[in-house]
């Protein structure tokens, strides 16, 4: 060893020992809360909650909920958030595709817009704007302008989580964030399954997510449900609050619906449900006024 990396090595030794003396100490501790796990974790194999996701869809024939709206806007990308007067409005949905979906302006409660569609092709009437949309269900071009990514597939896949097939291809992995448990007002670990539902590209070998469900590891249910687009990032997300009883059914008080590329979110609190009552065809048929100028959509 030479004589100049031996002084060299001397020196960093002796800068090491004599920092403690300069700064008092070579770290800084604080204390951060204390996340502490739950007192019951449950376990599942992999077919008990794909069993949990379609004995509930199956369950489902028809939805009738009123509800209230909270939209909201904005995120870290746009630097501020807005969020805007919540409004009543209601939802129908009939398998396998039928959906109705009305929102109402606050106070004066007139028609913010209503959505109706067959499974194929949908309307959209926006009377404060004059102005009503048709096209297809499927977004092909997504575009600039949120109103017109709003299609009903939005409505009916968050609502209800659609059923894991036969064919489908699963990756079940486990997963411990952290968060603030409502009831306690604690930091506490929140332990959950999320079953990835994976689709063969192309029927070769790249494997892309359709979708990812999560359960919670406490009772087992759906919580949240992350629905991927073509280009593998997450095009919807469905956040479910805690079950609450309606009349003999258990439904999830709330469902926040997020689009995390436009930084948007609707927050739906159910106020009454019923399931599997009668809806004929007429409930999803909205008949665009004549006079109000139709945009055409792919």
Same mark, same amino acid.
């Given at each position: 060893?030479?004589?100049?990396?031996?002084?060299?090595?001397?020196?960093?030794?002796?800068?090491?020992?004599?920092?403690?003396?300069?700064?008092?100490?070579?770290?800084?501790?604080?204390?951060?809360?204390?996340?502490?796990?739950?007192?019951?974790?449950?376990?599942?194999?992999?077919?008990?909650?794909?069993?949990?996701?379609?004995?509930?869809?199956?369950?489902?024939?028809?939805?009738?909920?009123?509800?209230?709206?909270?939209?909201?806007?904005?995120?870290?990308?746009?630097?501020? =958030?807005?969020?805007? +007067?919540?409004?009543?409005?209601?939802?129908?949905?009939?398998?396998?595709?039928?959906? *109705? $979906? /009305?929102? &109402?302006?606050?106070?004066?409660?007139?028609?913010?817009?209503?959505?109706?569609?067959?499974?194929?092709?949908?309307?959209?009437?926006?009377?404060?704007?004059?102005?009503?949309?048709?096209?297809?269900?499927?977004?092909?071009?997504?575009?600039?302008?949120?109103?017109?990514?709003?299609?009903?597939?939005?409505?009916?896949?968050?609502?209800?989580?659609?059923?894991?097939?036969?064919?489908?291809?699963?990756?079940?992995?486990?997963?411990?964030?952290?968060?603030?448990?409502?009831?306690?007002?604690?930091?506490?670990?929140?332990? =959950?399954?999320?079953? +990835?539902?994976?689709?063969?590209?192309?029927?070769?070998?790249?494997?892309?997510?359709? *979708? $990812? /469900?999560? &359960?919670?590891?406490?009772?087992?249910?759906?919580?949240?449900?992350?629905?991927?687009?073509?280009?593998?990032?997450?095009?919807?997300?469905?956040?479910?609050?805690?079950?609450?009883?309606?009349?003999?059914?258990?439904?999830?008080?709330?469902?926040?619906?997020?689009?995390?590329?436009?930084?948007?979110?609707?927050?739906?609190?159910?106020?009454?449900?019923?399931?599997?009552?009668?809806?004929?065809?007429?409930?999803?048929?909205?008949?665009?006024?004549?006079?109000?100028?139709?945009?055409?959509?792919?």
């Amino acid at each position: 060893m030479s004589k100049e990396r031996r002084a060299r090595e001397y020196l960093a030794l002796a800068l090491t020992l004599l920092l403690p003396l300069v700064n008092g100490c070579l770290w800084h501790t604080r204390r951060v809360p204390q996340a502490k796990m739950p007192t019951n974790v449950l376990s599942a194999p992999p077919e008990r909650l794909v069993e949990t996701i379609n004995k509930q869809y199956d369950a489902v024939t028809t939805l009738s909920a009123t509800v209230t709206f909270t939209a909201t806007e904005g995120g870290s990308l746009k630097g501020k =958030e807005t969020t805007y +007067t919540s409004f009543s409005g209601y939802i129908r949905m009939r398998k396998p595709e039928s959906l *109705r $979906v /009305i929102g &109402f302006l606050p106070v004066v409660h007139t028609r913010a817009f209503d959505m109706a569609s067959d499974g194929g092709k949908f309307k959209l009437l926006i009377p404060p704007k004059n102005k009503a949309i048709e096209g297809t269900n499927a977004i092909t071009k997504p575009s600039t302008n949120p109103i017109e990514n709003m299609r009903p597939f939005i409505f009916s896949d968050s609502l209800l989580v659609r059923k894991i097939g036969p064919d489908d291809l699963l990756l079940v992995t486990s997963d411990s964030p952290t968060g603030v448990n409502p009831k306690t007002k604690k930091l506490e670990f929140q332990p =959950e399954y999320l079953v +990835t539902v994976l689709n063969r590209e192309g029927g070769g070998n790249v494997l892309l997510a359709k *979708r $990812v /469900i999560h &359960f919670s590891r406490i009772d087992l249910r759906p919580i949240e449900e992350d629905i991927y687009g073509p280009d593998g990032q997450v095009q919807t997300q469905a956040i479910y609050g805690p079950k609450q009883t309606f009349g003999n059914v258990q439904f999830p008080g709330t469902v926040t619906i997020k689009w995390p590329l436009q930084e948007q979110q609707i927050l739906i609190t159910i106020e009454k449900l019923a399931l599997n009552e009668p809806l004929d065809d007429a409930t999803f048929q909205l008949e665009i006024p004549q006079g109000i100028p139709v945009q055409k959509l792919p």
